[in-house]
C-alpha cells in the first residue's frame, strides 16, 4: 500500500536543496564563533543562511535571531523588555499562549503600551486573519487596541505573500521544518532598535540575543528551504496547491451535504481543509484514515495526542460535538490529484461504515 501523506501544516517533508544543504555542512568542522579559516568558513554558511531566511521574509538579515524553532523564538519575546500586558488572540498557537500564560486577549486590558500576540495563518484551520490599524495608529484586532504586534507566521511564509518590513510587526516567529527544512531550528524576527532580553546566556552569539554554538547544519537546511520556498512562490506552485484543495473540498461536499467546512468562506492558506463531522470523533478518523494509509491530522501537530478542548475551533464558533469532529487535511507541492482523489474515496468508504455502526 501506497501511503500518502497530507500533513504538511504539522511537518513538510524536508526539501532536496535542504537535505544537500545540510550534508555539506555537517562535513564543514569550524566553530562559527572562530577567527581562522575554518571557523570563518562554517560563518560564512550561517550568514548566507541569515540572508535567505531575511529575502524570503522580507526583513534585514540583522533582524534575524537562529533558535532552535518558533516555540523558543516565542519564549525570547516573553522576555521584551516592558511592563506591557500582553493580549493573545483566543485562535493563537499554545506556544503563544503558554509562553504569555494568559486567559485571553477579552480579559486583557487594552490600548496604548499593550502588545498583540496573535497568528497570521491559524494552524489548524488555514484561515487568515490580517490585524488593522485605525486613526489613532492602533493596532485591532476585534475590541482588542494594541501599539505593538508580535506575529506567528510559522504557517504562512513561504505559502503565501509576506513581508516583515510592510506587516508592521515589532517581532515575528517562524519555523524551518514547516517550509520544507529541517526540524529543531527556526527564527525569531526582531524590528530593528528592539531590545529583548536573552533567556540563554553564555557566548554572546546572535548578537547578544541567543547564546549557544549555532546550528550550522540545520541554519543551512533552513537557509536553502527559505530559498526553494522563495522560488515555488514566484512560480505559482501553491495556487496548483490550492486548486487540488479545492478538488478534494468540493469532491466530499457533493457527496455529504452535513460536512461542514471550517473557515471555507474566509481567507485561507491555499493548502489547508478543515473539516468537521459532528458525532465521529476527529482523532478516530485519524487513526482510520492511518490505518487506510493517509497521514492526516485532527488539529495542531502540538496538541495531537493530547485529550483536550479544540480551543481554536470553539473560539470560531463551533459546538464541542461539531468541534470534536473536525479533521484537518494539508496538502503540498509534491501531493498529486490521485492522492486526493484516493483519500476522499477512503474517507466516505469510512464515513459510511462511521454511520453504520452508529445506526
Known amino acids: 500500500m501506497r501511503r500518502v501523506y497530507l500533513d504538511w501544516n504539522a511537518t513538510a517533508p524536508l526539501r532536496p536543496e535542504a537535505r544537500d544543504a ?4 555537517l562535513d564543514l568542522v569550524g566553530n562559527p564563533s572562530s577567527v581562522h579559516a575554518e571557523g570563518r568558513a562554517a560563518r560564512g554558511l550561517v550568514e548566507r543562511a541569515r540572508g535567505q531566511v531575511a529575502e524570503l521574509a522580507g526583513c534585514k538579515p540583522g533582524e534575524v535571531i537562529f533558535t532552535s524553532g518558533a516555540t523558543e523564538a516565542a519564549s525570547i519575546l516573553r522576555h521584551l523588555p516592558q511592563d506591557s500586558a500582553v493580549c493573545v488572540d483566543e ?15 477579552k480579559d486583557r486590558p487594552e490600548g496604548p503600551g499593550h502588545v498583540l500576540a496573535m497568528g497570521l495563518a491559524n494552524s489548524e484551520t488555514g484561515v487568515i486573519t490580517q490585524p488593522e490599524t485605525g486613526e489613532d495608529g492602533l493596532w485591532r484586532f476585534g475590541e482588542i487596541r494594541c501599539d505593538s504586534l508580535l506575529l506567528d507566521v510559522v504557517q504562512a511564509v513561504g505559502r503565501i505573500p509576506w513581508s516583515f518590513h510592510w506587516s508592521g510587526a515589532t517581532a515575528a516567529i517562524l519555523s524551518a521544518h514547516k517550509l520544507g527544512g529541517p526540524k529543531g531550528v527556526g527564527a525569531l524576527l526582531l524590528k530593528d532598535g528592539t531590545d ?39 512560480a505559482g506552485v501553491w ?3 490550492e486548486k487540488l484543495r479545492n478538488i478534494l ?10 460536512t461542514i467546512f471550517v473557515g471555507n468562506d474566509r481567507p485561507r492558506l491555499p493548502n489547508t481543509s478543515c473539516f468537521a463531522t459532528p458525532g465521529w470523533k476527529g482523532e478516530t478518523q485519524v487513526m482510520q484514515m492511518d490505518l487506510a494509509g493517509f497521514a492526516v491530522s485532527s488539529g495542531s501537530a502540538c496538541s495531537s495526542g493530547k485529550v483536550k478542548t479544540p480551543r481554536v475551533l470553539h473560539a470560531m464558533g463551533l459546538d464541542g460535538r461539531t468541534a470534536e469532529g473536525a479533521l484537518r ?24 461504515k462511521h454511520r453504520e455502526r452508529a445506526a
Open 22 to 25: 545540510v550534508i555539506a555542512a
Open 91 to 105: 485562535t493563537a498557537h499554545d506556544c503563544l499562549w503558554a509562553h504569555f500564560d494568559l486567559t485571553g486577549a
Open 196 to 234: 529583548v532580553e536573552p533567556i540563554l546566556k553564555g557566548g554572546g552569539q546572535e548578537l547578544g540575543r541567543r547564546s549557544g554554538t549555532e546550528n550550522v547544519a540545520g541554519i543551512a537546511g533552513f537557509g536553502a528551504a527559505c530559498a526553494a520556498a522563495a522560488r515555488d512562490l514566484d
Open 239 to 241: 495556487s496548483e496547491v
Open 249 to 258: 473540498e468540493s469532491s466530499l461536499a457533493s457527496r455529504k451535504k452535513e
Open 329 to 352: 487535511v494539508s496538502l503540498g507541492p509534491t501531493t498529486t490529484e490521485d492522492d486526493v482523489l484516493r483519500f476522499c474515496e477512503a474517507w466516505l468508504r469510512q464515513e459510511k
